[in-house]
């Protein structure tokens, strides 16, 4: 083969990969093991554009470099195949969203095989295959079964909770349970009914159903996460979005908060994505306690974490959700508040935390009693305090708080400095006000100060201290089709699991996929969603699990696909572990990386692996952004001028698709076939180009910016897209791409092919010994490329190949002994075209099989210097002298240089100066 042909090499390489099963994992206790993982992808119906791979190239790359230094790699692929998106086309077309998401499935499959990933795909997943979701079903129903004891601080079954319950009742256990529960004795629990029974244990249960506030949103059907709410709609089609309470079932994270936290500790993450886990979580240490309302009844339980404060409270601030809002709305009040009510009910929480500069609320009219001192204070109603989040209720003290202080200053509300030793150690500074004195907390340390508020709390009954976590329980059920159905049938209203060997529950068949005319989810149009057991036939859980039930265990599954007994095998969980790299997007950092940690925990818990962390490393990629292009098109006419001209016209930029361009240069034919309207379109060149403008943006359709990895690899080849990719810039960068680069890193890829073949196209690599300079270029090659590989950082190394490379073409280097280790080292980044070379070079197996080059320091040390030399501090000439030459020698070598004794003119130096090592200089 004369010329480098990458379509013809790379399909030869990944049909040999395929065939020979060279990427297929199996448990070899003889050789250390390495996990390399990618954050399981959706399958979107617009396929790859070239910032997906970008990850997955990196993890490859590891993974083939691991390889080479003998570990036994698993490197799995699957897809997080359940979503929204299927099921929003579905109601679209009638099409069965399994039909679009195996359309989805086979576009990415081909266009990841195409860029020639070392993935096993005998250990391929799929969320929404039964073999798959059985066992997701099955651990929903472990934790349904279980409760967490906070005396072994781990979870338990729940079987032996109701042993306790036959022996002692409640009393004394510390469990994690509702807040609500009752203290009940073993006499009490054998009087119970059996509903009794059933409700009681759903409040010790780790997965239960609870009246919970959600996002709702009825054009879909469905709950959505405040990640799929943006402004009061849903991100998917913009349809409003409402708070509102419904029945879901929810799964306590909560229980995990304190190990979640402390495995933080244990993790190789970066900082900032623990950092946003922590405060996720929120761990909060302060104290709980209530104030009555005036006229009333009802007790506001509030949460504070600086109670030494308390007098400086001069309002309550519920959330609009808050239980007791609409009973503490007087007359006078309810236009206004009710208005505003309406309207905060379409804001998610995510937009009400993040919404800094809107200030919005209302006053309820009623008033609340501080019980350190009697004063009455307003109640209020505000957007900043979330239902969720605590007791919904917040104690304002605005000049010692930052969002209190806001809202006070927007409806002019009274604020009161607290004057005390503890505000020196405040955590927020006082802003003005009425300076007032606070009684008998006067000039304690802050600590003493609250521990002595929190003694008259409790000797008072009020209140009492307390932690609390931000973090709430996870909403677990959307009201979808294309979801996990949930193992639960329902018995005069209570929740029961169905049996086991029952599992998988299968999603029905339904005749449209939307909600029922009276609002029930999509799984009530089944003709018989129902199940059957001795007593009687009852109806099934009509909700769906959540996008991320799939996606919180699957890096099991990989281990072990194919079992049909367990999710996992003992033997396989122990031998693969834990992810040692999880390669992925940062976005994940609140959701799917804490719940994937939190079902790790629970399934450590009750024994089934033997790992509570699940991701060891994890490093998150940056993005690739878009470049756009534009033409300038002359205002009212249908004529474009280059960019060079446009300012001599009143012209509006346009953007044009980028692939329709090469090198800033339009095409102008294709610009012409574009769009109807661009048919009879003419142009002012410059130099007879027409020249585009170009910015920098975020990659979408809109912009007409994506770039499709296929096209790319059609015209350059794979191992050009992988190597450009890397070469853009440090991985966790975010960086723009740009087409006019990639040339560069074809030429490249041409210009190592001709090392290992002579100018008539023929193999031509010798089996002479190479010489010090060669060796020299190859070594601190390997060097670098380790180094980079070993620190995860990949595009210096891409740089110091095409360094390589060029020093070796320089000194026309064809030795098999340079040749071949170079091959190898390139081989994790170009895979395809080492390959190719190893094979040219007689080898018969894969590259893979192949040893990492060791790195020998001694090639790189120095035997020679190159001295500039000067005569009268001009620099004339160069000598090439060993190193292990004297000052004299250096002197007298320099003198009898020819060049040198032309520019002395026959004269005697009256001084030489010789640094060894260094410079050579000499005075007439």
């Known amino acids: 083969m004369a010329d480098y042909n990458p379509s013809v090499i790379e399909k030869k ?113 799929r969320t929404s295959n039964q073999d798959y979701y059985k066992w997701t079903q099955w651990i929903f129903m472990q934790l349904f079964n279980s409760y967490y004891d906070k005396e072994e601080n781990k979870a338990k079954s729940i079987s032996s909770l109701i042993e306790r319950f036959q022996t002692t009742g409640n009393l004394g256990l510390n469990a994690v349970c509702d807040e609500d529960t009752i203290d009940f004795t073993a006499e009490d629990w054998e009087n119970f ?74 993790v190789d993450w970066n900082e900032p994505i623990k950092e946003m886990q922590r405060n996720w979580i929120g761990k909060s240490k302060g104290a709980e306690m209530v104030f009555q309302v005036k006229g009333h009844d009802k007790q506001i339980k509030v949460f504070t974490t600086r109670i030494d404060t308390i007098y400086g409270v ?25 208005e505003y009510i309406a309207t905060a009910k379409n804001r998610s929480e995510r937009d009400r935390m993040s919404d800094v500069k809107t200030i919005s ?81 006067s000039n304690l340390p802050m600590q003493q100060a609250m521990d002595k508020a929190i003694a008259f709390l409790e000797e008072h009954k009020i209140g009492k201290g307390k932690i609390q976590y931000r973090m709430r329980d996870a909403i677990f059920t959307r009201q979808r089709y294309w979801g996990e159905p949930l193992p639960v049938y329902f018995n005069d209203g209570l929740p029961y699991l169905i049996n086991e060997q029952d599992l998988p529950l299968v999603l029905p068949e339904v005749d449209k996929y939307l909600p029922t005319e009276d609002g029930e989810p999509p799984l009530a149009r089944a003709s ?61 950092a609140t959701g799917h990386l804490l719940y994937s940690r939190f079902w790790t925990k629970f399934l450590f818990d009750i024994g089934t692996v033997p790992i509570e962390e699940p991701f060891q490393k994890m490093i998150n990629q940056g993005m690739i952004q878009g470049r756009s292009n534009f033409v300038y098109r002359i205002k009212g006419s249908n004529k474009f001028v280059s960019h060079g001209l446009k300012d001599q016209y009143d ?42 403008g170009s910015e920098v943006e975020k990659m979408s359709k809109s912009k007409y910016n994506v770039v499709n990895p296929d096209d790319i690899i059609e015209r350059y080849g794979a191992d050009t897209l992988r190597l450009y990719e890397m070469f853009l810039g440090p991985l966790e960068q975010f960086k723009p791409w740009n087409t006019n680069g990639i040339d560069g890193v074809s030429k490249f890829l041409k210009k190592l092919w001709k090392l290992y073949h002579d100018n008539q196209g023929n193999v031509a690599v010798s089996n002479d010994k190479a010489s010090p300079e060669e060796l020299k270029t190859l070594h601190k090659t390997i060097k670098k490329t380790k180094e980079d590989l070993d620190n995860y950082s990949f595009n210096t190394s891409v740089a110091s190949f095409m360094i390589c490379v060029n020093e070796l073409s320089a000194l026309k280097c064809n030795k098999r002994e340079i040749l071949e280790p170079l091959a190898v080292i390139i081989s994790p980044y170009a895979p395809h075209v080492a390959e190719e070379l190893w094979s040219l070079l007689g080898h018969e197996n894969s590259i893979v099989e192949a040893a990492f080059p060791v790195f020998n320091e001694s090639y790189l040390v120095e035997s020679s210097h190159e001295y500039p030399v000067s005569v009268n501090g001009k620099m004339r000439t160069k000598l090439s002298l060993s190193l292990s030459l004297s000052k004299e020698e250096i002197e007298k070598a320099a003198l009898e240089d020819e060049t040198v004794q032309k520019w002395l003119e026959g004269k005697a130096p009256k001084k030489m100066i010789v640094v060894p090592g260094k410079i050579v200089n000499i005075v007439i």
């Open 193 to 266: 009914s059996d509903e009794e029974k059933q409700k009681t244990l759903l409040k010790y249960r780790l997965t239960y159903l609870a009246e919970t506030t959600v996002n709702w949103c009825a054009a879909l059907g469905t709950v959505l996460s405040n990640d799929e709410v943006k402004d009061g709609f849903s991100e998917r089609g913009g349809h409003p979005v409402e708070r509102k309470k419904m029945m879901q079932w929810s799964m306590r994270i909560t229980a995990y908060a304190d190990r979640l936290l402390e495995g933080l500790e244990k």
């Open 528 to 588: 018989n969603w129902t199940y059957t057991t001795a007593s009687g036939t009852y109806p099934l859980e009509k909700s769906t699990m959540p996008g991320w039930a799939g996606s919180s265990w699957y890096f099991f599954r990989y281990m072990d696909p194919k079992n049909s007994e367990e999710f996992v095998s003992s033997e396989k969980a122990a031998y693969w572990g834990a992810v040692d790299l999880y390669i992925g997007g940062a976005e994940h």
């Open 651 to 692: 012209t509006s930029a346009m953007h044009v698709d980028v692939n329709i361009v090469h090198n800033d240069q339009l095409n102008l034919e294709k610009f012409t076939a574009w769009r109807p309207d661009l048919v009879d379109a003419t142009f002012i060149l410059e130099d007879g180009k027409y020249i585009c």
């Open 13 to 125: 390489w990944q049909q040999y990969w395929e065939q020979n099963q060279v990427f297929n994992a199996k448990v070899n206790p003889n050789k250390p093991k390495f996990y390399s993982l990618d954050m399981f992808p959706y399958p979107s119906g617009a396929g790859l554009h070239v910032g997906h791979p970008l990850g997955y190239i990196a993890s490859d790359i590891v993974t083939r470099y691991k390889r080479l230094q003998g570990f036994n790699v698993l490197h799995p692929m699957g897809y997080d195949s359940f979503g929204l998106p299927a099921e929003q086309y579905a109601i679209q077309t009638g099409q069965h969203p399994a039909i679009t998401t195996e359309e989805n499935i086979t576009r990415y499959t081909e266009q990841l095989k195409n860029i020639g990933f070392a993935f096993d795909w005998e250990k391929e997943v």
């Open 361 to 441: 609320g209302a006053f309820t009219g009623s008033y609340a009693i501080n019980p350190f001192n009697g004063e009455e204070i307003q109640i209020w109603i505000a957007d900043y305090v979330l239902a969720g989040y605590g007791t919904g209720a917040v104690m304002a003290v605005p000049a010692h708080d930052e969002r209190d202080f806001n809202f006070a200053k927007h409806f002019d509300l009274e604020i009161r400095q607290v004057i005390e030793g503890s505000m020196e150690n405040g955590s927020f500074p006082g802003k003005g006000g009425t300076i007032i004195n606070s009684d008998f907390l």
């Open 314 to 338: 001069t309002y309550l601030a519920l959330a609009p959700e808050h239980d007791f809002v609409a009973d503490l709305i007087t007359k006078d009040q309810e236009k206004i508040a009710n």
